[in-house]
């Protein structure tokens, strides 16, 4: 389409493998640079779980062959952290100090854990559950048949919840204002769905705020609640849902709610800037707001649409459509967010 | 290959402790009972920053080369190493420094080119070094750390080489050293290792106390002295000036001398004459000096006088390559000089065998009456694998001339005999008295131009080497792999017969019948050896380091028997895959075309 133009895409997870696919498809003459914090070439988060059912080396996690990106001609760039972004001069500057040009850019960063304040200072007694390193600490501090404490629960959480299960280890949801999330659900409706955790196996804990955490000899960690009652668990993971990571986006010259902010056609304020996933606002004429489109298969279609409009499409996402949480036939919750 | 076998590669610029790292890296894992191969790439340019590259291959089982591709590489200058990352192998690790000093342009740094299929590792040797040590001058150890504390290789043990290392300076370097070490093998540790490289203890019982790390040219300068070398004459030149600052250190204290003389010349001269003079006397040059050496050398076939000749070859002619590989000086050294003045050349194969190779050269030398060239290469000389010297010397003590105990009557120096070889005599000895000179001679050494005589001395100087192929003690060639009939048969010499063994035995692995001959003895050619070795293989192949295929060459035509040649001169030792390439290629028919 342009020959010479660099396309740099930052965040190498779905929406960004997805769009560098798009790009160098409608682009063959495209300069294409796909950065990632990551030191693994692109897998799905959404098969960590896969890691309890006995896949324990990344290989096997990957989606695609790593050798595809040189066959793509795609400059995969790893271990890579973007510090800052300057809008004007469309330049990229990494922390190691490394200073790249771009002519199109789209941010695909994803979103990174939320916290609450409380639980801040207890965060080296966690778990997250973001990278396969991640999910490899976890099954090592995991004992065969232990129990795993579940924070908040939101829909990744509840995705790990249904493996640790099957896989024969007790799980204890403390259940919250995040349970569910990004699902925006009534009273009733939660109830009806921790029922149905309960009936899988999931220990539910409702009505308790956890306020602290405790290493503990065997098991591993104590949550301790408001009222001074404690659980026990082997592990404690977060599952608050997740805030954007744009935080090297500040002074890029792109407008920013708690993420940046785009059209339907989920391009910035910046000519040159698109952002993609869990990371963007898109606007909604209907709603009139931005809002976030969470779920595992929004966020690749977004990536995928961006890189059509980044190479002269005009499509738009939609943006009217929720996706739906409910109970199957068999008794078990089941999400649209899980759609991939 | 079973079990650990990780290849090393430390690239930097001259000055960042490239070499160094690599050193303290092989030597702790030699100590600690693994086989070690390693070899240093240093720049040309005496001057100015150029690239350094150290290579290192530890494994339980014996290797034989350095691997094509590297298990780690660790970059201390991303400008020189970014052409060598594709070296890493898939799902191999790349280590780099990730906090430059300064802003970089697009494409400086190392991260930008890491294959998709490699695994990225980024710490911040530098800000460490400073932060630990005061400065940034330690960062090749906090690298060498950072590698230590990933691969989970034992700390101590790194302490103890750096000690040794830093033995002769004051106590505080050692401790900086290993402050920094210290610091990179906690940041190694503490990373989440993604990489499949794996560092299994050595075998329990893997005594590494004995073993030494040396290089070719340490090997040598250790196989010279314990054959009790008295003197030494030499003039520098890449890559044999090592043998001769070893030895100007070493050789005084067990009550030799050596002579750095003003040329090549003079140092081949000197050599014959203290060889006349029954010492046992050497010299070391590379391919240009050996060919300024060759009409002394001529003296001494005619003279019938001991020496001995180290030649470390390297890329030719002229200048030439100087700090890169080749064997391009076979024919110089086993033809080189006017007339027929054949000599015994010897090639090792690897760095035992030049031990082995120098020291037997004396015995060789003095018993045949001649000069003996070992002739080695850069990558040979350079090299470093790991070594258990004997606890004994193994070589014969000086032979004692037979002149010795004479009264009377002339002395036939130059005496026909059963066997060719002429008594000896060193001057000063009683019933010794004889003519030396370059001319043609009789008997008695006196000058004799007749026809006849031309003739017999001709046959004589020539037919007394033959029993050289034969001589107790010494591998001339020897064959590996497979015995009896097979497909492909694969002759080598020199370094290059390491990726020979590697490549047999891979393609032995893939079902290929073949079998491998290393000739050691290059002059005279030990032909009862090798004509059996053709007679059981369909077809061969000599890989070599030469442009003009001069082992080839010289086989076949001793032999009459056609060879297939396999020739490079990149400058760089003979990959194993090229070589399981043609082995591939030849056991599927017939052989192509260029037989030789």
Same mark, same amino acid.
């Given at each position: 389409?342009?020959?010479? +133009?660099?396309?740099?895409?930052?965040?190498?997870?779905?929406?960004?493998?997805?769009?560098?696919?798009?790009?160098?498809?409608?682009?063959?003459?495209?300069?294409?640079?796909?950065?990632?914090?990551?030191?693994?070439?692109?897998?799905?988060?959404?098969?960590?779980?896969?890691?309890?059912?006995?896949?324990?080396?990344?290989?096997?996690?990957?989606?695609?062959?790593?050798?595809?990106?040189?066959?793509?001609?795609?400059?995969?760039?790893?271990?890579?952290?973007?510090?800052?972004?300057?809008?004007?001069?469309?330049?990229?500057?990494?922390?190691?100090?490394?200073?790249?040009?771009?002519?199109?850019?789209?941010?695909?960063?994803?979103?990174?854990?939320?916290?609450?304040?409380? +639980?801040?200072?207890?965060?080296?007694?966690?778990?997250?559950?973001?990278?396969?390193?991640?999910?490899?600490?976890?099954?090592?501090?995991?004992? %065969?048949?232990?129990?795993?404490?579940?924070?908040?629960?939101?829909?990744?959480?509840?995705?790990?919840?249904?493996?640790?299960?099957?896989?024969?280890?007790?799980?204890?949801?403390?259940?919250?204002?995040?349970?569910?999330?990004?699902?925006?659900?009534?009273?009733?409706?939660?109830?009806?769905?921790?029922?149905?955790?309960?009936?899988?196996?999931?220990?539910?804990?409702?009505?308790?705020?956890? =306020?602290?955490?405790?290493?503990?000899?065997?098991?591993?960690?104590?949550?301790?609640?408001?009222?001074?009652?404690?659980?026990?668990?082997?592990? =404690?993971?977060?599952?608050?849902?997740?805030?954007?990571?744009?935080?090297?986006?500040?002074?890029? @010259?792109?407008?920013?709610?708690?993420?940046?902010? =785009?059209?339907?056609?989920?391009?910035?304020?910046?000519?040159?800037?698109?952002?993609? @996933?869990? =990371?963007?606002?898109?606007?909604?004429?209907? +709603?009139?707001?931005?809002?976030?489109?969470?779920?595992?298969?929004?966020?690749?279609?977004?990536?995928? +649409?961006? %890189?059509?409009?980044?190479?002269?499409?005009?499509?738009?996402?939609?943006?009217?459509?929720?996706? %739906?949480?409910?109970?199957?036939?068999?008794?078990?919750?089941?999400?649209?967010?899980?759609?991939? | 290959?079973?079990?650990?076998?990780?290849?090393?590669?430390?690239?930097?610029?001259?000055?960042?402790?490239?070499?160094?790292?690599?050193?303290?890296?092989?030597?702790?894992?030699?100590?600690?009972?693994?086989?070690?191969?390693?070899?240093?790439?240093?720049?040309?340019?005496?001057?100015?920053?150029?690239?350094?590259?150290?290579? &290192?291959?530890?494994?339980?089982?014996?290797?034989?080369?350095?691997?094509?591709?590297?298990?780690?590489?660790?970059?201390?200058?991303?400008?020189?190493?970014?052409?060598?990352?594709?070296?890493?192998?898939?799902?191999g690790a790349v280590v780099y420094d990730d906090a430059p000093i300064a802003t970089i342009p697009e494409g400086a740094h190392i991260s930008a080119h890491i294959r998709p299929a490699q695994l990225p590792y980024g710490a911040s040797f530098r800000q460490i070094s400073d932060k630990v040590t005061g400065n940034a001058r330690a960062r090749n150890l906090v690298a060498l750390?950072?590698?230590?504390?990933?691969?989970?290789?034992?700390?101590?043990?790194?302490?103890?080489?750096?000690?040794?290392?830093?033995?002769?300076?004051?106590?505080?370097?050692?401790?900086?050293?290993?402050?920094?070490?210290?610091?990179?093998?906690?940041?190694?540790?503490?990373?989440?290792?993604?990489?499949?490289? &794996?560092?299994?203890?050595?075998?329990?019982?893997?005594?590494?106390?004995?073993?030494?790390?040396?290089?070719?040219?340490?090997?040598?300068?250790?196989?010279?002295?314990?054959?009790?070398?008295?003197?030494?004459?030499?003039?520098?030149?890449?890559?044999?000036?090592?043998?001769?600052?070893?030895?100007a250190t070493d050789l005084p204290k067990r009550g030799g001398r050596m002579l750095q003389t003003e040329d090549e010349i003079s140092a081949i001269a000197a050599t014959i004459g203290a060889g006349y003079a029954g010492a046992r006397a050497a010299t070391a040059t590379s391919g240009p000096g050996l060919a300024l050496m060759t009409e002394m050398m001529g003296l001494g076939?005619?003279?019938?006088?001991?020496?001995?000749?180290?030649?470390?070859?390297?890329?030719?002619?002229?200048?030439?390559?100087?700090?890169?590989?080749?064997?391009?000086?076979?024919n110089l050294a086993v033809y080189g000089g006017s007339g027929d003045a054949q000599r015994i050349v010897l090639a090792p194969t690897n760095v035992e065998g030049c031990y082995r190779c120098a020291g037997i050269a004396f015995e060789l030398a003095e018993k045949f009456q001649t000069p003996v060239i070992v002739l080695i290469d850069l990558y040979l000389s350079n090299r470093?694998?790991?070594?258990?010297?004997?606890?004994?010397?193994?070589?014969?003590?000086?032979?004692?001339?037979?002149?010795?105990?004479?009264?009377?009557?002339?002395?036939?120096?130059?005496?026909?005999?059963?066997?060719?070889?002429?008594?000896?005599?060193?001057?000063?000895?009683?019933?010794?008295?004889?003519?030396?000179?370059?001319?043609?001679?009789?008997? *008695?050494?006196?000058?004799?131009?007749?026809?006849?005589?031309?003739?017999?001395?001709?046959?004589?100087?020539?037919?007394?080497?033959?029993?050289?192929?034969?001589?107790?003690?010494?591998? &001339?060639?020897?064959?590996?792999?497979?015995?009896?009939?097979?497909? &492909?048969?694969?002759?080598?010499?020199?370094?290059?017969?390491?990726?020979?063994?590697?490549?047999?035995?891979?393609?032995?692995?893939?079902?290929?019948?073949?079998?491998?001959?290393?000739?050691?003895? *290059?002059?005279?050619?030990?032909?009862?050896?090798?004509?059996?070795?053709?007679?059981?293989?369909?077809?061969?192949?000599?890989?070599?380091?030469?442009?003009?295929?001069? *082992?080839?060459?010289?086989?076949?035509?001793?032999?009459?028997?056609?060879?297939?040649?396999?020739?490079?001169?990149?400058?760089?030792?003979?990959?194993?895959?090229?070589?399981?390439?043609?082995?591939?290629?030849?056991?599927?028919?017939?052989?192509?075309?260029?037989?030789?």
């Amino acid at each position: 389409m342009s020959a010479g +133009l660099h396309y740099v895409v930052i965040g190498a997870g779905s929406a960004g493998h997805g769009a560098v696919t798009t790009l160098r498809a409608r682009d063959p003459a495209a300069r294409i640079t796909l950065v990632t914090m990551s030191r693994l070439p692109f897998y799905n988060r959404f098969d960590l779980p896969r890691y309890f059912r006995g896949t324990t080396d990344w290989r096997n996690l990957l989606a695609v062959a790593p050798q595809i990106y040189d066959e793509l001609a795609i400059t995969l760039r790893r271990n890579s952290r973007v510090d800052e972004i300057d809008g004007r001069a469309r330049t990229l500057t990494f922390s190691h100090k490394e200073v790249v040009g771009y002519d199109k850019l789209l941010v695909c960063t994803g979103g990174g854990g939320h916290l609450p304040e409380v +639980l801040v200072e207890y965060k080296s007694l966690m778990h997250g559950f973001a990278t396969f390193e991640d999910a490899t600490r976890v099954a090592r501090a995991l004992p %065969a048949k232990g129990r795993v404490i579940l924070l908040g629960g939101d829909m990744i959480g509840l995705d790990l919840a249904r493996t640790l299960i099957d896989t024969g280890h007790r799980v204890t949801l403390v259940a919250g204002e995040f349970t569910f999330w990004p699902h925006r659900i009534d009273a009733a409706k939660r109830a009806e769905l921790l029922a149905a955790l309960s009936r899988a196996g999931v220990d539910v804990v409702t009505g308790r705020t956890p =306020v602290a955490i405790e290493a503990a000899a065997k098991p591993a960690r104590r949550v301790i609640f408001e009222d001074d009652s404690a659980i026990a668990g082997d592990v =404690v993971m977060p599952f608050f849902g997740s805030m954007p990571l744009v935080d090297f986006m500040l002074g890029a @010259g792109v407008d920013m709610e708690r993420g940046i902010l =785009v059209d339907p056609r989920l391009k910035s304020s910046n000519e040159s800037i698109w952002a993609a @996933g869990d =990371v963007c606002q898109i606007w909604s004429d209907e +709603l009139k707001e931005y809002r976030f489109l969470h779920g595992w298969k929004n966020v690749r279609l977004m990536g995928e +649409l961006a %890189a059509r409009n980044m190479t002269g499409a005009a499509e738009e996402f939609d943006v009217t459509a929720d996706f %739906a949480i409910g109970i199957d036939a068999s008794g078990h919750v089941q999400s649209d967010f899980w759609e991939q | 290959m079973t079990g650990t076998d990780v290849q090393f590669a430390i690239c930097g610029s001259a000055g960042d402790g490239t070499i160094a790292a690599g050193d303290i890296l092989k030597r702790t894992m030699a100590a600690m009972g693994y086989k070690v191969i390693a070899f240093d790439i240093y720049p040309a340019e005496i001057r100015g920053f150029g690239k350094c590259i150290s290579r &290192v291959r530890v494994s339980i089982e014996q290797a034989y080369s350095l691997k094509r591709r590297s298990d780690v590489f660790l970059s201390l200058n991303d400008a020189h190493a970014i052409p060598h990352v594709g070296e890493v192998r898939d799902f191999g690790a790349v280590v780099y420094d990730d906090a430059p000093i300064a802003t970089i342009p697009e494409g400086a740094h190392i991260s930008a080119h890491i294959r998709p299929a490699q695994l990225p590792y980024g710490a911040s040797f530098r800000q460490i070094s400073d932060k630990v040590t005061g400065n940034a001058r330690a960062r090749n150890l906090v690298a060498l750390g950072y590698l230590a504390g990933l691969y989970g290789m034992p700390r101590d043990a790194f302490h103890k080489t750096i000690g040794r290392k830093f033995a002769t300076k004051a106590a505080s370097v050692t401790q900086v050293n290993v402050r920094a070490f210290d610091a990179g093998y906690d940041a190694g540790a503490s990373v989440f290792k993604l990489d499949d490289v &794996v560092m299994a203890p050595p075998p329990v019982g893997a005594d590494g106390s004995r073993a030494q790390m040396m290089t070719g040219n340490g090997a040598t300068v250790r196989g010279l002295l314990d054959a009790d070398i008295d003197c030494f004459f030499g003039y520098p030149i890449t890559p044999a000036t090592s043998i001769m600052e070893r030895l100007a250190t070493d050789l005084p204290k067990r009550g030799g001398r050596m002579l750095q003389t003003e040329d090549e010349i003079s140092a081949i001269a000197a050599t014959i004459g203290a060889g006349y003079a029954g010492a046992r006397a050497a010299t070391a040059t590379s391919g240009p000096g050996l060919a300024l050496m060759t009409e002394m050398m001529g003296l001494g076939v005619i003279a019938e006088v001991p020496s001995v000749t180290i030649v470390s070859q390297r890329g030719g002619p002229s200048t030439g390559l100087p700090t890169k590989t080749e064997q391009s000086d076979l024919n110089l050294a086993v033809y080189g000089g006017s007339g027929d003045a054949q000599r015994i050349v010897l090639a090792p194969t690897n760095v035992e065998g030049c031990y082995r190779c120098a020291g037997i050269a004396f015995e060789l030398a003095e018993k045949f009456q001649t000069p003996v060239i070992v002739l080695i290469d850069l990558y040979l000389s350079n090299r470093y694998e790991t070594v258990i010297p004997p606890e004994v010397k193994p070589f014969a003590p000086k032979a004692i001339p037979d002149a010795a105990g004479r009264s009377s009557g002339p002395f036939k120096r130059f005496a026909f005999t059963d066997d060719g070889l002429s008594p000896r005599a060193i001057p000063g000895q009683n019933g010794g008295v004889h003519t030396i000179t370059g001319l043609e001679h009789n008997e *008695l050494g006196r000058p004799a131009d007749q026809a006849d005589n031309h003739q017999r001395m001709s046959r004589k100087r020539h037919d007394k080497l033959l029993a050289a192929t034969r001589h107790p003690g010494l591998t &001339v060639a020897k064959r590996f792999g497979r015995t009896g009939k097979v497909d &492909v048969g694969i002759l080598g010499w020199g370094s290059t017969f390491g990726e020979i063994l590697e490549a047999m035995y891979a393609a032995e692995r893939e079902g290929i019948s073949c079998s491998a001959m290393k000739v050691v003895m *290059l002059s005279p050619l030990p032909v009862h050896l090798i004509e059996p070795f053709f007679d059981d293989c369909r077809i061969v192949l000599v890989p070599e380091l030469n442009h003009e295929g001069q *082992l080839a060459h010289l086989v076949s035509g001793t032999l009459g028997r056609p060879v297939v040649r396999l020739d490079r001169v990149t400058g760089a030792p003979m990959e194993v895959d090229t070589i399981l390439a043609e082995i591939r290629r030849l056991a599927l028919g017939p052989a192509a075309g260029n037989a030789a």
